[in-house]
Structure formats: structure tokens, C-alpha cells
């Protein structure tokens, strides 16, 4: 039986699923930090070997083409494309979008047709496995990654989405530039509540959105993988500090309930900014019976749905994952949709 691996090479993580029989068997996430050199894709795909040893064909998908690392986006494909050939060969294809997959030559031609459409293979799969189950086949899916949130729209089983490159789905707000771990405090907001009052933070680089989910103590077990503002560690107590400095104070000035009342404050203002997003992209398509939750962790989407008064559906059900892996899967979902697609 064929064993078909899907990567999402992204510019933060290298993401890695295989599929066998139509059902994902394995998913995995691995620390890539490509802004900082092609080494370090290198090195994830050494460590991924574990997973992609195991594989007769290679589905792969991208977003590390917006590095840093790359003055264009054709750069940044072409140099991918190639990096990846040399490593898998012509057993290797690429996601396209709405032309699906690719060779490696026609990959490097059509680099816009390759840059940034892993969102395309994720509602594609959600799509297909709706109208399949005989559910409504209109729905908006939900997929918040460590940087950004996709929200994608569904109609009769097929992604509807009005904005196909990263400019025009920031404006049509199916791109919200906020994520679960790597985002800022300072991207999300500028005051928050403080022992009864409003005070103004530091716009600066202090803490992460993974700190204020670990005041809370609310972050699910190694989904942050990258270092964090300060190079400490990653315990509630160091969150909680480099929180503080967020108001230029130390941890002593309040204690922690003091601290994840303003902490939940600005979880709060980043799920309102995503739905936000949701209001604008509902209202330009007829209707989305079903909320399609998946991502780093699917609790803010299934926070969205209840508000919007919508159910809720994970794409790791979706797909028939067994119950061990529908995490895993959910976090890796790009990856598991190429290596799906590929296969069937």
C-alpha cells in the first residue's frame, strides 16, 4: 500500500503528515526558523525523516516563500522547489491551488499559482469530505496556525474564497495576520484593565501571545516551539514576567489572578479580531451551515462557532482521523490535506 507524506513548509515550522489507505497515520511539527538561513529547513527535513522515510510519493506545500530569507516570492519558491527535489526527487509534487499538483519544473513556472495556497488544500479536503458525509456543504473554515488565522469560505463543497494572494485576503478578511503562539502583545493591543484600571503598554517585543495563553494556563503541551522574547524559559512564572513588562512592572506588583484578568483581556480582543474577520467574509457569501475548526488548537474556532451560533466540526473528524491523532492532525492540517489529495 502507498504511503504518501504531505509537507507545509512553512517560515516558522516545517509541518509533515503521511497518509496510508486514505487515513492519516502519522503527524508531526518541527521547529524551522527559515528566516534564519536554509539551513534550518535542512535540518527539519533531517529530523522529519523519521516520518518521510516511510514514503513512496511527497505532497508538498508552502508559505516560507515570504521570508525574510527572499527578496520575492518567485525567489523564495524556485529555491524551495529545487531545495525539496534534491531531497525527494521526482517522487515529489507540489501543491498549485486551484490547478492542484505540480512537477517540480511547473512548479518554479507557476510560482504564484504555488506560494501561499496551502489554505486552498485544507478547504478543498473539508470541502469534498462534507458534501461526501451528506452534510450541508456550505460552511467557513477556521484554521489558526502559530502566526496567522485562514478563514476560508465553502459553498456546495468547494472553497469560495474572494482573495487568492496574501494582500487581497487581508482585505476581503479571510487572512488574519494573529496567531495562537508567535504574535505579539503589542499586535493585538495597546491598553488592557490592570488592578481596576486602564493602564497603556509597552510597544515593544516583550511577550508573545504563547506567554499570555501560559499566565492563563491555557496552552496545550509543545505547541510552542520557538524561543521565547526574552531567551528564558517557558514556564508559567517566566510568562508571567515577561507579561509584566508588557506594563513596565515586575511580577511582585500584582498576584496571578491580577495578572490573567488582564491576560484574558487580551486573548479576548485577539478572538474578536477574528471574529471580526468571520462577520466580514459572511457576509459575502449566501450562508455557512457548519464552522470547520481546526489549527494549532481548536478551541478559539469552537469559541467562534458557539458565538456565532453555528456547529462545529473539526477537520480531524472530517477525515476519519482516529481519536489519537485528531490533535495532531488539526495542528498539521495543510499537510494532511495535501498527502489526502495526493492520494486519492
Known amino acids: 500500500m502507498t504511503i504518501v507524506a504531505g509537507l507545509d513548509v ?12 486514505a487515513t492519516p497515520i502519522a503527524a508531526r511539527q518541527y521547529l524551522c526558523p527559515l528566516w534564519q538561513g536554509l539551513d534550518h529547513l535542512d535540518t527539519a ?9 516511510r514514503a ?19 525567489q523564495g519558491v524556485q529555491t524551495l522547489v529545487d531545495r525539496l527535489t534534491e531531497k525527494f526527487g521526482t517522487a515529489a509534487r507540489f501543491w498549485g491551488g486551484q490547478k492542484f499538483f505540480d512537477t517540480a519544473n511547473d512548479a518554479k513556472t507557476n510560482f504564484f499559482d504555488v506560494a501561499s495556497t496551502n489554505f486552498l488544500a485544507t478547504a478543498t479536503l473539508a470541502g469534498q469530505r ?13 484554521d ?12 456546495a463543497g468547494a472553497p469560495t474564497p474572494r482573495g487568492l494572494t496574501d494582500p487581497d485576503r487581508l482585505t476581503s478578511g479571510e487572512l488574519v495576520y494573529t496567531g495562537l503562539t508567535r504574535t505579539s502583545v503589542m499586535a493585538v493591543c495597546t491598553r488592557a484593565p490592570f488592578a481596576g484600571r486602564w493602564q497603556s503598554l509597552a510597544r515593544e517585543y516583550l511577550a508573545t501571545m504563547a506567554d499570555v495563553r501560559r499566565v492563563l494556563g491555557c496552552l496545550p503541551d509543545g505547541l510552542d516551539v520557538h524561543a521565547t522574547a526574552d531567551g528564558r524559559g517557558k514556564s508559567q512564572a517566566e510568562s508571567v514576567a515577561r507579561f509584566a513588562r508588557m506594563f513596565c512592572r515586575e511580577p511582585a506588583d500584582a498576584d496571578l489572578a491580577t495578572w490573567q484578568q488582564a491576560a484574558q483581556h487580551v486573548v479576548e480582543l485577539q478572538l474578536r479580531s477574528i471574529q471580526e474577520g468571520c462577520a466580514q467574509v459572511l457576509s459575502g457569501v449566501p450562508r455557512a451551515d457548519i464552522i470547520v475548526a481546526t489549527g494549532l488548537d481548536t478551541s478559539v474556532a469552537t469559541e467562534i462557532s458557539r458565538r456565532l451560533q453555528r456547529p462545529c466540526q473539526t477537520f480531524s473528524q472530517l477525515v ?7 490533535a495532531a492532525v488539526d495542528c498539521n492540517a495543510p499537510a494532511v490535506a495535501v498527502a489526502l489529495l495526493r492520494g486519492e
Open 10 to 21: 512553512g517560515g516558522a515550522h516545517l509541518k509533515v503528515s503521511l497518509v496510508e489507505d
Open 45 to 53: 527535513l533531517r529530523e522529519a525523516e523519521e516520518l518521510t522515510g
Open 130 to 142: 462534507l458534501a461526501a458525509t451528506g452534510q450541508s456543504a456550505n460552511a467557513l473554515l477556521i
Open 56 to 74: 513512496d510519493a511527497f505532497a508538498i506545500t508552502m508559505t516560507g516563500e515570504l521570508s525574510d530569507l527572499f527578496e520575492t516570492r518567485e
Open 320 to 326: 476519519g482521523t482516529p481519536a489519537n491523532l485528531q
Open 144 to 155: 489558526m496556525g502559530s502566526t496567522t488565522t485562514d478563514l476560508i469560505p465553502i459553498v
